[in-house]
């Protein structure tokens, strides 16, 4: 093998390791989502604080995947090249905040738990893992870098929105009803925003799938529905 075969393998390697860390600090996202998930349903503290903790692994992998990003750069990639480290740099970073929203619901179940059970966390509940659904199969396409099946999640996120809504709705509704519920239907309310923006990480990694694949080329437009900010009840 002459010296620049060798050269590019090695940059191949590279690359193909740097996705294995994206693909690992990915189903570490998700993992955390789901566990997230569970502790409210459970209302289990101490889990609660275990989903907290290892958000500093999912932040340890993002400046991994940052530090080889740096590396790989400085060998001074091809075009291409350089569309697939750009795109790997956004995903981590949106993956990252996956992992803090996962851990922010998770400190919000314990604030949740010094109140009586409410029958909302099944709308809650549905809503998280309609997001965690999003999330798997957004990266299931990067890593098959496969356009369509990124646009039908940025296309599915409009679903995402409109429970997102009509949650966001009901516990208004409850909470003008019933001024006790005001307090943990306000722990509620904060932890679906951060579910609807779980489907806006997913949808931003879905454009740069796009972006990985098709480059510049405009994405078909898309809908959204997240009519909280104008809801009057």
């Known amino acids: ?14 690359q193909a390791a740097l996705l294995d860390e994206l693909i690992r600090m990915g189903q570490m996202s998700v ?3 789901d566990a997230a998930l569970d ?6 503290d101490k889990a609660a604080e275990r989903v ?24 001074g990639p091809m075009a291409t090249d350089l569309r697939v480290i750009l795109a790997a740099l956004r995903v981590a970073s949106d993956i990252e905040r996956i992992g803090d929203l996962a851990a922010n619901i998770a400190k919000r179940s314990m604030a949740l738990n010094l109140s009586p059970p409410l029958p909302h966390t099944r709308g809650l509940d ?4 309609m997001a965690a659904r999003q999330v798997r199969e ?5 890593v098959q870098r496969d356009g369509d099946a990124a646009l039908r999640v940025r296309a599915n996120d409009a679903e995402l929105d409109t429970l997102y809504t009509g949650l966001f709705r009901e516990l208004l509704t409850y909470m003008m009803e019933d001024a006790r519920a005001i307090t943990p239907c306000t722990h509620l309310l904060f932890m679906a925003k951060n579910l609807e923006r779980i489907g806006d990480h997913a949808t931003n990694i879905a454009e740069n ?9 405009l994405m078909p437009p898309r809908d959204k529905r997240d009519e909280s900010s104008t809801t009057v009840v």
């Open 1 to 14: 093998m002459n010296e620049h075969n060798h050269i590019v393998k090695s940059y191949d390697q590279e």
């Open 31 to 33: 993992a955390q989502l």
């Open 39 to 44: 502790v409210v349903e459970r209302r289990d």
């Open 52 to 75: 907290i903790g290892n958000d500093e692994a999912i932040d340890a992998m993002e400046q991994q995947v940052n530090h080889d990003v740096i590396r790989l750069i400085r060998r």
């Open 126 to 129: 549905a809503l998280g893992r």
């Open 138 to 142: 957004v990266l299931d396409a990067y």
């Open 209 to 217: 799938v796009w972006f990985l694949i098709h480059g510049e080329e």
